[in-house]
């Protein structure tokens, strides 16, 4: 177990417009504080709200405002600056006050056709930001599950993604969201049992490149694919995971808050 506090990441994807986004920041910064003052003070929990590019702005005015909240982005560059059409630099991203990354989400490997070397520019990048932690997303599909490879392919994305990082000692936080593609908003989630499986795998191999008590400082480990209010405590516990990855769930302020809330409350 990581001995930073448990992550929840809400990933909105593309599903809301600004003022959608704005709204329902406001509703979660109110409805985080207020479960902040009524719980003891080891229910510390990090919430991070990550909108689409256009919402970050004004998501992250909310965030500093209320202080309920950090902010991530859904993907960057790995270029500082340049003729790169359409891209958004880890720059921008800092002065808008994004201090999450998400890399290699299966939606991005999936739809832009998202390389594994791309995946690796960008970790590599992120990490070498001092305000920036990067979010590597990692998982098996349907296919590759029945096959029996699940192994092997978290090995593969891990490797290749980390191959850099892995030649140098870890000073910087890095998060790894296991998040089996056949999960992710099929209303079907993995067990805790295979979570936990993936948890010691995952850690093994980053215990072996950067030791024990690196990882255990600086690497959360969380999991993501249809993880709902009544099963995130299932995922958020002790050896199974540090924390959780949330697309649909997140949508609405009632269904999240009690998301964070039954995290706090298991604590
Ligand atoms: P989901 O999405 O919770 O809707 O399954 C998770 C994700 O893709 O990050």
Known sequence: MSSLPPLLLANWKMNLCVSESRSLARAIAKSVLNAR??????????????PSFT?????ARVGSRSGAFSIGAQDCFWEERGAYTGEESVCSLREIGVSFVLIGHSERR??????????????ECVSNDSTMIPVLCIGE??????????KSVLQQQLLSALKGLFQR????????????????????PATAVDCAEVYRYIRGLMENAWGA?????????????????????????????DG???GGASLTASGFTRIVHGVMDSL
């Open 37 to 50: 003052k009524n719980k003891s003070t080891r229910a510390n929990v990090q919430v991070v709200l990550v």
């Open 55 to 59: 919402a970050l702005d004004a998501v």
């Open 110 to 123: 999936q739809y832009v056709n998202e390389s594994n070397e791309a995946i690796r520019k960008k970790i």
């Open 141 to 150: 599909n349907h296919s590759q599950k029945v096959l029996g490879k699940r």
């Open 169 to 188: 000692r870890l000073t910087r936080e890095i998060v790894i969201a296991y998040e089996p593609v056949w999960a992710i908003g099929t209303g079907v």
């Open 213 to 241: 008590a690196a990882v255990g400082r600086l690497c959360r480990i969380i999991y993501g694919g249809s993880v709902s209010e009544s099963t995130v405590t299932d995922f958020v516990s002790k050896d199974i995971s």
């Open 244 to 246: 959780a990855l949330i």
